[in-house]
């Protein structure tokens, strides 16, 4: 039979089958992950005359490293298991090393080009199931070997794999920042503005396209946005002689809430017909909104301390769903069957990422130590966060699961904080 990812849930049922592994139907939000498929991803082989092509060690390594950043699997290289030489897949000595799916594949290269077959197998059944053949250049190896990772993740757990999704992000310090674009997993990084100011708080829209901040490069903060496909255009949406912060797209990229000194707004995509939702004499900041764009998270100072607060989209009903410390930076996952929404709590010296349910209830504490954790942002699937800390001394993008297991860190070099998660 396939295996089973054993998570342990309260309340949260999985469906277990004989004949399949196990399809995770809501991810596990309380307890640990208990039992990782391990899975063996041994090096390509070369169908053709010659050493190793570069191309196809690259492609194994990324499949390798998407699945461990996934955080369901136990990944090895199948160093240690012996083979007839024949070609042939030699199951039970797979079996008997440990594994329960194998990632077997061949290529074929020819100057700057890759073939590749790859096949995923079903170690205990002895079966293929599932395979796909890629041909790329050394610039789209990596895409490719994402679009694998993807399958093997969607097959052997039932969620979608994230894995060619991009990341947009802060980088600089000071008054010298920009915007990048990079692959999930920090590689391809690229500007996208000349701004060189202080720029906070991107947010992607939910189709992939659009990206909105805020930056002082003309005045004190401003609302901008960039398309990022067909190709890079930014656009000024926000002209006020107002403080404009912390954009946010809503779900159908219809609409944008911000602050503008210090209350919430609702405006129309470009800018215009905004709306003050809050008018209220406190500070409000810092708007995400629900995954089906009904309600608003945001936070506000009008009990004393920064707080966690959520309204209707239309300003109503607003309601306070944090209480102690100092609670900033929500973020919806935009996935409503895990309908989360996480935060920062600042201790002082510490702040650390929390989720929480739109009721105010079960608050769960993701990241811990003496450093900062901050800017959450989810995935697009809503089962992953995002995150800047400074845990190894600079400010670096990390990510991990919703239930804040397996924290893995995707750039280097500090100076970069405020991800948002793009398709």
């Not at 342990?8 to 139907?25: C, G, K, M, Q, Y």
């Not at 890759?114 to 790329?136: H, K, P, T, W």
């Not at 060619?164 to 915007?179: A, E, Y």
């Not at 001394?393 to 405020?418: C, D, H, P």
């Amino acid at each position: 039979m396939r295996y089973k990812i054993l998570i342990a849930f309260l309340t949260i049922a999985i469906v277990f089958s004989t004949d399949i592994f196990a399809r995770i139907i809501i991810p596990p939000i309380h307890g640990p992950i208990i039992k990782k498929i391990s899975v063996f991803v041994p090096e390509l082989s070369n169908v053709s005359a010659g050493g190793t092509d570069g191309k196809a060690r690259e492609f194994i390594n990324v499949i390798r490293n998407d699945l461990l950043n996934a955080g369901f699997f136990d990944v090895h290289d199948a160093s240690g298991v012996s083979t007839d030489g024949s070609g042939n897949i030699n199951f039970q000595a797979f079996f008997d090393a440990g594994a329960e799916a194998l990632v077997k594949g061949e290529y074929q290269s020819s100057g700057d080009r890759i073939n590749v077959a790859i096949r995923l197998f079903d170690v205990v059944q002895e079966r293929e199931l599932l395979g796909r053949s890629y041909e790329a250049n050394s610039g789209r190896v990596r895409e490719a070997a994402h679009r694998f990772a993807n399958a093997v993740m969607k097959e052997l757990t039932g969620i979608d794999g994230f894995f060619t999704s991009k990341i947009v992000f802060v980088s600089g310090t000071g008054q010298n920042r920009d915007l990048y674009i990079m692959d999930y997993d920090g590689h391809n990084a690229k500007r996208l503005t000349s701004h060189r100011s202080i720029i906070l708080s991107p947010d992607c829209s939910s189709d992939g396209t659009k990206v909105v901040f805020n930056s002082d490069k003309v005045w004190s903060q401003d609302i901008y946005a960039i398309t990022l496909s067909p190709r890079v255009e930014e656009k000024r949406i926000t002209r006020g002689l107002k403080l404009e912060q912390s954009p946010a797209w809503s779900p159908d990229g219809r609409k944008i809430a911000y602050s503008v000194n210090g209350e919430i707004f609702v405006a129309n995509a470009d800018g215009t017909g905004a709306v003050n939702l809050t008018r209220h004499n406190a500070i409000d900041v810092s708007p995400t909104w629900s995954p089906d764009g009904r309600q608003i998270a945001f936070v506000s100072d009008r009990t004393g301390s920064p707080q966690i607060y959520i309204m209707n989209s239309n300003g109503s009903n607003v309601r306070r769903i944090t209480s102690g410390g100092y609670n900033t930076d929500p973020s919806w996952s935009p996935n409503m069957s895990v309908n989360r929404i996480s935060f920062v709590r600042v201790e002082g010296s510490e702040a650390n990422i929390f989720t929480v349910n739109p009721d105010g209830s079960d608050s769960q504490k993701l990241t811990s130590g003496s450093r900062r954790n901050e800017n959450p942002a989810w995935s697009p699937d809503g089962h992953y966060i995002a995150f800047g800390s400074n845990r190894d001394g600079a400010k670096n993008i990390y990510i991990m699961y919703l239930n804040g297991e397996n924290q893995r860190s995707l750039t280097k070099g500090g100076g970069k904080s405020f991800p948002t998660w793009c398709r």
